[in-house]
C-alpha cells in the first residue's frame, strides 16, 4: 500500500505541533532546536535527567545534585539547552527567569553561557518556539546578556544569564535559577583542603545569598573527593534537618553492584535500591556510544579515575590502599601470647563551632594500640591490634582532658598503664607538656617521636603497618569491647586515605607503630626507649 503525500497543511500542523511540545519539554526543545544530534538527546538517560529538570523549571525540586559520567552529554543538557529552555518559556509566560551560570572559572561559565546565548540571538529554530524572545541589543556579552521585549523593544533591567567564577564573585545579582558545572579544574584541586574549604565558602556566602525566592540550583560535577562542594553539602543535609535537603540524581556508566551500592551509601550518597533506568548491575548507560567492554578497559588503566569518573564515587570500593576487607576482627584482647601496649596520639586544636563557616577541621585522635606476640618463641608472627579508638574536634584545653579521659579508662580495661605518645611537632609538643603537668598523670609516661624517626609523608609513615595490614597482620577488637562505636568512622578513614577529608586516626596508628619500631632492642645501635 502506497502512502498518501503529505500535503503543505499537514506538514504546517505537524510543525506547529513539533514547536508546541518543544515549549512544553525539554528533551523535544533540545532536539528541535538542534536537530542534527536530535537523536542523541532521547537516550534514556538524558530523558530521565530532563525529567529531573523540568521538575526543577516547575518549582518542584529546588536543589538538585547531577552525578554522570563525562562525556554522556549532561552538560550538553543541563547548562546549555536547559538555561535556554527555561528562560524561553519563563519568559513567554511572564515568570521570573534570571539565571546564573557558575563553573570552577570565568573563561569556563562565560564558554558555557555562550551556548545558550548563541541559541537566543542566532537560532532560527529557538526563534520558533518562543517567538517573543530576543537577545537584548545592548546586551550580549558572555559574561552578562539579557533580552528585549519583542514589541517594544525595552531591554529588562537585569541581565538574564550571568556567568562567574566560583571564586570570583557575583555581588550585586540574583538569580532564579544557578547551575554549578564543574566547581574544580581537576582532581589535584578537588582533593585540596583550601580548594575545598573556599568553594564551601563561596557557597554559604555568596552564591547561595544570590537565590531569588524559590529559586533553584543544579549542581553538576564529577566526585574527585568525599571532602568537595556535593560531598560537604550532602554531610549538611545528613546532619542538620534544616539545611538545604537535595534530590540527587546518580547514573554511574555501570549499573552498580551491591557492593558498589553500598560503598556509595558509606560516602553519602543517596542511591536507591535499584538502577533508575532498570539496568542490571554492569549495564553500560549509554552502550550504543560506551559499551561496558569500553568502561572496562578504563577501569583497567586506572580504576581509582574509573571510580569517581565513571562511577561517581570518590573512594573505590575496597579502598584506595586498604580497605576494611584486610583488617582482622577480634571481639576482644587476646588473653595468649604477649602484647606491649601504647596509646598514641595525633592532635588537632580546632573545635568545630570555632572553625571558620564551612570548614570541617582536624580531629585530635587518640588509639590503644599492641603489638601481638601469639607465640612469643616465633617473634615474625607479630600482629598489630588496634583495641580502641575516639577522636574529637576541640581546643587544646579540652584535647587534654579528653586524651587523659582515655588514658585512664585504658587504665581500668587493661589494668596497665600504656606510655603515650605523639609525633613532636608544635601542637602535640605543647599538648604533651600540658598533659606531664597533670596530678593524676604524673606516674604515666608520656613522649613525643622526635621527627628525624618519622621522615616522609603520611602514605609513607602508614606504609609499614599498611603492608602487614594487606597481609593479614592487623586486627580491631569489635567497639563493644570499649564501649563505644569507632570500628565504622576507622574503616572508612582507612578506605578513603590518602584522599579522605581527614586521616587523623591513620596519623595515630602510624604514631603507635613507629613507637613499637623504635623501642624494638637493635644490635649495634642504640633503640629509642619511649
Not at 41 to 60: F, I, M, N, S, T
Not at 174 to 201: F, H, T
Request: proline share 7%; with cysteine; net charge positive.
Amino acid at each position: 500500500m502506497i502512502a498518501e503525500p503529505t500535503t503543505k497543511r499537514d506538514q504546517a500542523r505537524r510543525e506547529l505541533a513539533r514547536r508546541e511540545l518543544a515549549r512544553r519539554r525539554l528533551i523535544p526543545f533540545a532536539a528541535y532546536a538542534d536537530p542534527k544530534v536530535a537523536k542523541e538527546y532521547h537516550a534514556p538517560h538524558l530523558q530521565l535527567l530532563a525529567e529531573k529538570l523540568e521538575a526543577v523549571e516547575r518549582g518542584d525540586i529546588t536543589r538538585l545534585m547531577v552525578f554522570m559520567p563525562n562525556r554522556h552529554w549532561k552538560s550538553s543538557l543541563t547548562s546549555q539547552k536547559f538555561p535556554a529552555w527555561f528562560i524561553g518559556k519563563r519568559t513567554t509566560a511572564g515568570q521570573p527567569h534570571q539565571v546564573m551560570i557558575v563553573s570552577y572559572g570565568a573563561t569556563l561559565a562565560e564558554e558555557i553561557s555562550t551556548v545558550p546565548r548563541d541559541m537566543v540571538r542566532d537560532n532560527n529554530l529557538f526563534s520558533n518556539v518562543f517567538p517573543k524572545v530576543r537577545i537584548a541589543a545592548n546586551k550580549q556579552s558572555a559574561s552578562s546578556w539579557g533580552i528585549a521585549d519583542i514589541d517594544s523593544g525595552i531591554v529588562e533591567p537585569h541581565p538574564c544569564c550571568v556567568a562567574a567564577g566560583i571564586n570570583g564573585g557575583i555581588t550585586g545579582k540574583g538569580a532564579d535559577l544557578i547551575v554549578i558545572d564543574d566547581p574544580v579544574k581537576n582532581e589535584a584541586e578537588a582533593q585540596s583542603p583550601a580548594v575545598q574549604d573556599r568553594n564551601i565558602k563561596a557557597w554559604t556566602t555568596d552564591i547561595r545569598t544570590r537565590l531569588n525566592p524559590g529559586g533553584a540550583v543544579v549542581l553538576v560535577m564529577t566526585r574527585w573527593s568525599e571532602g568537595d562542594l556535593a560531598g560537604k553539602l550532602l554531610q549538611r543535609a545528613a546532619d542538620d534537618p534544616e539545611a538545604d535537603q537535595w534530590d540527587v540524581l546518580v547514573l554511574p556508566a555501570l549499573a552498580y553492584t551491591e557492593n558498589e551500592r553500598e560503598e556509595a551509601r558509606r560516602l553519602g550518597i543517596p542511591v536507591p535500591d535499584e538502577d533508575p533506568l532498570g539496568r542490571e548491575p554492569g549495564v553500560a548507560l549509554w552502550p550504543d556510544k560506551y559499551n561496558a567492554e569500553h568502561h572496562a578497559t578504563t577501569k583497567a588503566n586506572d580504576e581509582a579515575a574509573f571510580y569517581s569518573i565513571g562511577q561517581q564515587m570518590p573512594r573505590r570500593p575496597g579502598g584506595y590502599l586498604i580497605g576494611r576487607k584486610n583488617f582482622k576482627m577480634l571481639p576482644a584482647p587476646p588473653d595468649e601470647g604477649i602484647i606491649r601496649w601504647v596509646i598514641p596520639s595525633d592532635w588537632a586544636m580546632t573545635e568545630k563551632e570555632q572553625a571558620p563557616k564551612g570548614r570541617d577541621p582536624d580531629y585530635t585522635a587518640v588509639g590503644l594500640v599492641g603489638l601481638w606476640y601469639p607465640d612469643p618463641k616465633v617473634p615474625v608472627n607479630v600482629n598489630l591490634i588496634i583495641a580502641a579508638v575516639e577522636r574529637e574536634q576541640m581546643r587544646i584545653e579540652n584535647a587534654k582532658r579528653f586524651v587523659k579521659k582515655f588514658a585512664l579508662k585504658v587504665q581500668t580495661k587493661i589494668q596497665k598503664q600504656p606510655s603515650i605518645m605523639a609525633a613532636q611537632d608544635n601542637i602535640d609538643t605543647v599538648a604533651l607538656d600540658g598533659l606531664r603537668g597533670d596530678p593524676e598523670m604524673l606516674s604515666w609516661v608520656i613522649r613525643s617521636i622526635p621527627r628525624r624517626y618519622m621522615p616522609g609523608d603520611k602514605v609513607v609513615k602508614s606504609e609499614p603497618w599498611r603492608s602487614r595490614a594487606v597481609a593479614g597482620r592487623v586486627y580491631l577488637v569489635n567497639d563493644s569491647w570499649w564501649g563505644t562505636s569507632w570500628n565504622e568512622a576507622f574503616l572508612l578513614e582507612a578506605e578513603g586515605f590518602p584522599k579522605a577529608a581527614h586521616d587523623d586516626q591513620i596519623d595515630m596508628v602510624s604514631v603507635g607503630w613507629r613507637f613499637f619500631a623504635l623501642a624494638k632492642p637493635k644490635k649495634k645501635a642504640k633503640s629509642y626507649q619511649g
